[in-house]
């Protein structure tokens, strides 16, 4: 492998000091000077003098850049094109080819002039005349010269198979495979390796014959988001990228095609939530290219035990968004690398592949001699975990030799550190003994806060720093958890038909148990899940209860409401993607019901929620989507509310209160709420939606009642604070609890409006003004 190490300054010395790790930048060029675009894929091409150079897709055309002078890469052809986010490229012989999503066909440059002259002549392939295409994602071309297009605007946009090497400009098509859209591929052999975007995995199709090939099997990927696939030279293993936040590379066993498994999984920055790309294989390393991570380089020895030994940052920033590094060509004669940088342009890197020292073992417990799984395994001066599989067995490493510290750690065991000396290309053997935990009991016992009577099948959720515990009551009210762990808690208490309890709590084996207390009500903050039902005809986007992800542009933000307790909300299409149309509500309806509920007790009932609405920015504008609120009592249907693409709605969590009888004249004990949304064909936007902190309550309660001489009580039901408004003079106030104790009191104006009660627990109370009482809420 050629090493290059000179001294000198580039031209983009002004940048800051990005990252890096066994990697060195000795060229680059900037397109945004050269030809005021952004860039997208590379390959690489060499010439009969073995002079190397790069081909550059951008967003406006084709680039040649002579590498000859890797320090001073040169271009020195320049082919323009439709502009497009996506172009890419791939060499057979003399030639090259140029897939892109714009209208402009395949492009092929004879490059065989070089380097004697820059003089290249270009076709424009459509395909046959009686079966055109005019774009494509992607292409991959075999060592026998067969060109397997990707996701081109024809069919299904499966695989285009062409005969490129009888008449290398002007290709012939024999093949094609059109199960599915395929946006990325690999060939090795007579194995073609796929991957599916839009269905979330990768298959492996039989091509020895071009004109019929045979699917030989599938497998999902993590994020069900599969970009690209790579395998080594065996054919025994495969790597695919998710481009998704926080999406994985992934290694698979795909030695037999009907059971293809994963073998390891890593991220470059975990808990980051950066995109990995696409992938490359070189002998026993891959080369990924990582967005605003830039490159990186893993060790593939042992796919099992995959190890990052390589980085180099291209990119300013740290995102979750595509910025940074889309391309990476790793198989330059020379071992140079080349890199390119949506926005910073073409990298030359000068990379060191080095071994990485592995760490094996098998972890047991110490009294029982049982093998533990899910053993987390840590070494220090590593960003990186890996944890123990159901035999106990565990396959870790780290980019250099050294003495590490290595932290072996379970819930319900002492953890252990070792001092261990690991070394470059030997596996080190360690096995462990974890010594368990005696754990405790703590015994939660709930009750009706009336009539004091137990609640049975009452859910509990206990959450401390590292472990949540969850449970349910018995016929006694209680429920005995088993507890490793003493200190700071977060406990839930909830049923349908109450007002869900939660509280931080400080816990010790000595407190033995706690008494809570619930109050009847119509509530649900989704903390637990009580029966609400999803349905619709939908192709992705379905409701479900999660902690909600944010996504871009302002969209779906990644919370629930501040007003209630926990995490979780009801949102459409929850994907781990950034991306605001990746799981969207697309080509159909989806549903939100609430369970039956009896509002026959009730005199003036209003129902109060939180929601947001996103829909905007689709091909076909004006965005003509809606969220539809509406409620049934078993005889007639009628909406509520009705939200349209209003930017106000966007991104923020909007508090409602509607008065139930002014859209159904009977209240029943058959009542249901449904929120509905849909985004048809083919007008498609972009359409999420978010529902959380669902409750009724009556006018009374929640301080609307006229009787009170307009002066009104909100929020309520309330966190911290309450207002008073409508006072005629300064009164005194009090508050007392469900008990008729006096828990706070003070006075009150006009001018001095606000009552501070944080330090309440949760429940009813009564706020007390001169002569009048209100029933107020506390919900967290």
Known sequence: MLKIRLLFIFSFSFFISFSQLNIDSIGHIDYISEHATMINDVWGYVDENNNEYGLVGTEKGTSVVDLSTPTNPTEIFWEPGIESVWRDLKTWDDYAYITTEAENGLLIIDLSPLPSSSNLTTNYYY?????EWESAHNLYIDSSGY?????????????IILDVHTNPMNPIEVGFFDDWYVHDGYVLRDTMYLAHIDEGFISMVDVTDKANPILLGTSFTPSTFSHNIWTKDDGNFAFTTDEVSGGYITAYDV?????????DRIQSSPGLGVIPHNTHVLNNFIITSYYSDGIVIHDVTYPYNLIEVGNYDTYFDQTTDYDGCWGAFPYLPSGLILATDRSEGLYVLDPDYIQAAYLEGVVTNSVTSSPI????????????????QSNGFYATGIF????????????????????????????????????????YDFTINVYDSASLDPIDAADIRLEMSLLTSEGETNALGEEVLALYYEGNCNLSVGKWGYVTYCNQLNIDSLLGSIDIFLTKGIYDDFTFDFGWSTSGNATTGLWERDIP???????????DSNNDCNTFAYVTGNAGSIDPDFD?????????????????????????YERWFYNFHGPITPPDDTLEVLVSNGLTINSIEKIGSDSLHFFNWHEVSIRIKDYIDSLTSTMQF????????????????????FFIADAEDLGLNSLHNEIFVYPNPFSDIIKIEGLDSKVKYEIININGAKVGYGNISNLDNIIDLSYLKQGIYYLKLSSQVFKIMKIK
């Open 127 to 131: 395909g046959p005349s009686n079966n």
């Open 147 to 159: 060109a397997y297009i990707f996701g081109a605007n024809r069919g299904n946009g499966g695989v």
């Open 255 to 263: 030695s037999d095609p009907t059971n293809i498994f994963e073998v």
């Open 373 to 388: 799984d899910d053993v987390e395994i840590t070494i220090s001066n590593s960003n990186q975990s890996n944890y123990t």
């Open 400 to 439: 250099d030799s050294g003495v590490y510290d290595v932290t072996y750690f379970k819930v319900g065991y002492f953890p252990q550190t070792i001092s261990t000396t690991i070394n470059s290309g030997i596996i080190t053997t360690q096995d462990i003994q974890l010594v368990p935990i005696t754990p």
């Open 549 to 559: 992800n944010i996504t871009d542009g302002n969209s779906a933000p990644g919370i």
């Open 584 to 608: 969207d509500v697309d080509n159909g309806a989806v549903l939100l019901t609430s369970p039956v509920i009896d509002l026959t007790s009730y005199v003036d009932p209003y129902v109060n």
């Open 674 to 693: 449904f929120f509905k949304t849909s985004d048809i064909s083919p007008q498609i936007n972009i359409t999420e939606a978010g529902i959380d902190h």
